[in-house]
């Protein structure tokens, strides 16, 4: 009898209604935390977890990015082998169709951004305040680099899920484990950075064995409860915090660099998300439910790319006109805000979408490509290159902000600029466009968004 197991399963329809869930999530959450503030004349930023420490609860209920890799491993590795199976394409070529894919809108948010700080200091104002705002529209973009980098090992972890299964998702928990005994126990903080690939790569590598079929009848459920039974001993114990994401000033951080207890809640999440999927799957099939999903999951990388901008926007406008209200952090009040602010958000970012949609031929295509007579040997090593280069000045843009002391840092610019131009150029050499290149493939029916 064959091993059903190991069987790629159909598309779950689950996954693009769980992605598109997840986006708004995040989106809810960045905003309800997003205590923008505006006082002599400057913008600051408020830190609900610290002033409230009982908000960082709410955490488990906003850190939804573990299902971003879960959902991305999914798709990635059902777009993989249909591209590998199907049409015979060399990993590069996928791989530059799902990078250029996310790159080209990143890199219309970024111009969009730069271009209105140029702007604002052409015309006289003072670049220094603006420092938190272009740190707000940046702090979010840490995912894509992360991502990127698991899609690139996306043709590995499929074979090595073929090869090995379930082993392959335990043995990085395992290491996870490892990793965080010597860099909190030990005190090797820099260490501790390894599980940047390890923790998020374990938690992607789900969605590879969810495709392949191997997390499937009572699985899922043995793995959020064996999952969470490790969450609640761990968080108990004391030996990590509550809150999942960054809480300043907390000697541990759950995601800076993410630890074993991240992975744990990463690890219930995904087994009752999984355990749910084939009945939520049954319900969107019968309905008009999968078309409404399908047309959302064309906007979530839109979204999630943009949803800070009304943020600053309305803050911008409120709050220098003093037409907005700012309630003491954490009083009745304030709550109350944050509802109407929800409220504003919302239909500022409907309008922003609109926009977006209707010039999605700038906003949504991929990087461009420029046809380039070289040998073949070329292409990998251009286009590792250029990811790395992008993803790490995206990185340093997270970190630090698109104007950290109200100045444009030039290196990660640069930087950005030539990864984008080395993902543009594509070797050839001398054979016929139609024979070559991800140009000459067409679109799939199995393409989704690729957030």
């Keep these: 009898m064959p091993d ?18 997840a986006v708004v999530a995040v989106v809810l959450g960045h905003w309800l935390l997003a205590a923008v503030t505006f006082r002599d004349g400057r ?6 977890l610290v002033a409230m420490p009982w908000t960082q609860w709410l955490t ?13 491993g999914y798709a990635n590795a059902a777009s993989w082998t249909h591209w590998r199976d199907s049409i015979g394409a060399a990993p590069q070529d996928w791989l530059r169709h799902r990078v250029t894919g996310i790159l080209g809108p990143t890199t219309a948010y970024v111009a969009t951004i730069l271009t209105a700080l140029a ?14 705002p272009m ?78 079929g191997q997390l499937r009848g009572h699985r899922p459920l043995l793995l959020a409860g064996s999952a969470g039974l490790v969450l609640a001993t761990i ?28 992975l744990a809640f990463a690890g219930v999440q995904a087994g009752l998300l999984l355990a749910l999927a084939p009945a939520v799957s049954r319900v969107l099939r019968r309905g008009r439910w999968q078309r409404l999903v399908a047309v959302a999951n064309i906007n979530v990388l839109a979204l999630y790319l943009w949803h800070m901008v009304p943020v600053v926007l309305v803050a911008l406008a409120g709050y220098c006109g003093g037409l907005l209200p700012q309630p003491d952090l954490g009083s009745a009040s304030w709550w109350w805000w944050r509802l109407a602010w929800v409220a504003i958000l919302t239909a500022v970012t409907a309008a922003e979408l609109g926009v977006l949609w209707a010039a999605r031929s700038a906003f949504a295509r991929p990087t461009p490509t420029l046809d380039v007579h070289l040998r073949p040997r070329w292409v990998m090593p251009l286009l590792v290159t250029g990811t790395a280069l992008a993803a790490g000045a995206l990185w340093r843009f997270a970190g630090h902000g698109f104007a950290p002391s109200g100045h444009v840092p030039f290196g990660s610019l640069l930087a950005y600029i030539a990864g984008i131009a080395l993902l543009s150029i594509h070797p050839m050499s001398g054979a016929p466009a139609t024979e070559m290149g991800t140009r000459s493939i067409p679109p799939l029916p199995i393409e989704r968004p690729l957030l």
């Design 60 to 72: 488990w209920a906003f850190q939804v990015v573990p299902v971003f890799f879960v959902v991305g």
């Design 43 to 48: 913008f600051g930023y408020d830190d609900v």
């Design 119 to 132: 702007v604002a200091g052409w015309i006289g104002i003072d670049t220094t305040a603006l420092a938190m």
């Design 135 to 212: 740190w707000v529209l940046a702090l979010h973009l840490w995912f894509i680099p992360v991502y990127l980098a698991a899609v690139s090992l996306t043709p590995v972890a499929v074979a090595a899920q073929q090869r090995w299964g379930l082993k392959v998702p335990a043995a990085m928990a395992v290491t996870v484990t490892l990793v965080d005994a010597i860099s909190i126990g030990g005190h090797v903080a820099a260490l501790g950075w390894v599980n940047y690939a390890v923790c998020w790569g374990a938690i992607y590598q789900l969605g590879v064995a969810w495709r392949r």
């Design 235 to 262: 968080i108990g114990a004391g030996l990590y915090p509550v809150a999942m994401i960054g809480v300043p000033g907390q000697p541990i951080q759950n995601t800076s660099p993410p630890t074993v207890a991240l």
């Design 4 to 21: 059903v197991s190991a069987q790629p399963t159909l598309r779950e329809p689950a996954a693009d209604l769980y992605r598109v869930l």
